[in-house]
């Protein structure tokens, strides 16, 4: 259970409150597929330090909501939901076996990596690096 919101989810609705900040595990969870879950909490970091270091050159109050929730919490809740829905479609994807979707899988799986440009990006922001 989140323990800035009520929700029960997989992703806080907050990531930020006064003076808090949650990063990683602490903010969202994921299927262990692939270890997406380390990759989208080092990217939670380093969003975090540029966050905090952009406000420091500034001379802002390190721990100021409006700058936390638009620097840091707005740009990585996109990121990470982006990152749990595709994930979500993967893992529901693949536990099917039979018939027409194992079909449209594959098809759909021979697609993608026919064409080389899309497969690239998609990897690079699967290991966060877009």
Known sequence: ????????????????APRLVLVGDAAHS???????????????????ASALATARELGQDLGDMTMLQRDFESPRQR???TMIAALEVLWRGFGVEMGL?????S???????????VKNQIMRYAMGYE
């Open 79 to 81: 990121a990470n939901m």
């Open 107 to 117: 098809a759909g799986l021979g697609l993608l990596n026919s064409v080389g440009p």
């Open 101 to 105: 979707a194992g079909a449209v899988r």
């Open 30 to 48: 994921i299927h262990p597929m692939a270890g997406q879950g380390v990759n989208l909490g080092l990217a939670d970091a380093a969003a975090l």
């Open 1 to 16: 259970r989140c323990v800035l919101c009520c929700c029960c989810c997989c992703c806080c609705c907050r990531y930020v």
